[in-house]
């Protein structure tokens, strides 16, 4: 166990150094799942997963471990102003160094792979690098552009000790594909230069003990500063601090004297915290350029393993997400992906874009895929059945009245069988009901599909509207509303006030003479009547009173009789 794992009062700051960040960008888009014969998520992973959520460090174990490829790989080196800025391993081994001239680079290696820094790609995964640790503690800040500061003090007994928690975040960068060397110490920028210099993480003291041997050089000074310190014959932290500060500010200045004081604890250091973004965006670049549909799917269940870490490590689950083509940071096609209903199903997102990919989606030629997720819900681990109780109950009375009265038509005995069937599993119903609508929509497009909803209007063909998919209870992007409570109530409120047929006429029907229910041996009295008085407010009022008639021991009819001018009508037609 490190020293300082018990519990302390004064700041502990861990620095997070990144400093293979430019080159990891492109070097993660070749990391591979350890069993790469898992293809897909099963069911009890998943549910595993669930439980994970209970806690973000537990959320860590459970998701997919990875881990890079060896010496198979492509030599790749970042690039700056015609020079060598980084490379990785296997460019290394060709003798491939920074600050090389591309040129003499290519000549020792034809096979190298030179991409341009880009210093906005990194600021922006930085960033969100910043919001991945907001799940270890609330106070996370970005120090430089490769740094981030992690003050732990206040959670070190959630996670059981330094030790733990290092592990912790280790684990999450190497997951994300990325890596950097931590320090720790109790002032920010001690930390930085712990983590720059990789000081063994066992000597946490005061700044001034843990760094006293470090070389005027490794303590992040401005060039200009560490010259004059040289000719005056300082060469160590300890040696500088022995100077009068009066001295000291008068040969570097008030600026390089103040960093110093905060670097030491002898000035207070103040940060910008970063505040919680609800949003996932992240992206995978290729050296090599993909031109299949099947080459995309590696990818983009990389990005998506990403995403439900997201959603399982803050308890969430999504309705949608885009997956972004692109090509020399030109789009070359959205792809849409909405649910039924929100979820955290990896096989399931996978299946989707599969599904969208047959459609006959043209990737062309792609060296970056992006994933970008915004609409989020709390997770509803219940599930609750997309087949209310209050709608299967709402034809109940049919199935008791056809018990009671046998008819020769035997299939309505299978058909309460089945009902039976999905009352007893509900959960599991919603979720094949769900993704069955989603995969058809992803099959079919968004406007294939759509839900019903009801409009204020008395009359039943009016009652009713079709509705495509809404985010009532997301509406804002980066928000995370309240689910609504879809329980169904006990008691009376299960049974409903009237009942529907589940198919309905767009227009009634008006009956012939020789078919009038009340006259034709043929039909059978089951229900009724229910009036309904509407357009009293519009000057055309009209009253119709409803029945419920069987007809030849079959068929369920909802015909009503209107009394202006005594005739019958069909509208619709019971399931």
Known sequence: ????????????????????????????????????????????????????AKSSFDGIQAAPRLKPLDTTGQPIAIVGQHHIIMSNAIAAQSGIEPG?????????????????????????TLNQLAQWMYDFTPHVCILSNDSILLEVASCLKLFDGLDTLK???????????????????????????????????????????????LSIHQLALQPADTDKLKKVGVATLGELVALPRAALRKRLGQTA???????????????????????????LFFTDNITSQKALLFPVKRLIQELTLFLTTRQLWTDSFTLTLSYRSKKQADVQVNLAQPDNDE????????????????????????????????????????????????????????KEHPTQDQSNKHSGSRASNITKEPAKVSKEANNLISLLRSKLGDHACYGLSIEDDHRPEKSWKKTTQTRANASQR????????????KGSDLLPSAMRPFFLLPQPRRLSRQYIPTEHPSFRYLRGPERISFGWWEGIEEDRDYYVYQYQNRSIYWIFYRPLNHRWYIHGVFA
Not at 181 to 198: D, F, H, M, R, Y
């Open 1 to 52: 166990m490190m020293k300082g794992d018990s519990a302390r009062t004064a700041p502990l700051w861990f620095c997070l150094y990144l400093n293979r960040l430019p080159i990891e960008i492109f070097e993660r888009s070749a990391l591979i799942q350890t069993d790469q014969n898992d293809d897909l998520v099963t069911e009890n992973d998943r549910d595993k997963r669930d439980v994970s």
């Open 100 to 124: 090389m001239l591309t040129t003499h680079a290519y000549g020792m290696n034809e096979s190298i792979h030179c991409i341009a820094q880009d210093t906005e790609q990194e600021r922006q």
């Open 167 to 213: 592990t912790h975040i280790e684990n999450r960068l190497f997951q994300l594909g990325y890596s950097a060397k931590i320090g720790i110490s109790t002032t920010g920028l001690a930390a930085q230069v712990a983590a720059k210099n990789e000081l063994p993480l066992h000597t946490i003291g005061s700044p001034i003990s843990q760094l006293q041997h």
């Open 257 to 283: 004297t103040a960093h110093l004081e905060r670097m030491i604890g002898e000035r207070v250091d103040p940060h910008a915290w970063i505040t919680p973004d609800i949003k996932f965006e992240s992206s």
């Open 347 to 402: 096989t399931l997102f996978l299946r989707l874009f599969q599904t969208r990919l047959e459609r006959g989606l043209s990737s062309k030629e792609t060296d970056q895929v992006s994933l970008k997720a915004h609409y989020f819900y709390p997770a509803d681990p219940d599930n609750r059945s997309l087949f209310d109780q209050t709608l299967l109950d709402s034809n109940a009375w049919a199935r008791r009245d056809l």
């Open 478 to 489: 980066g928000t995370i509303p309240k689910r609504p409570n879809h329980r169904a109530q």
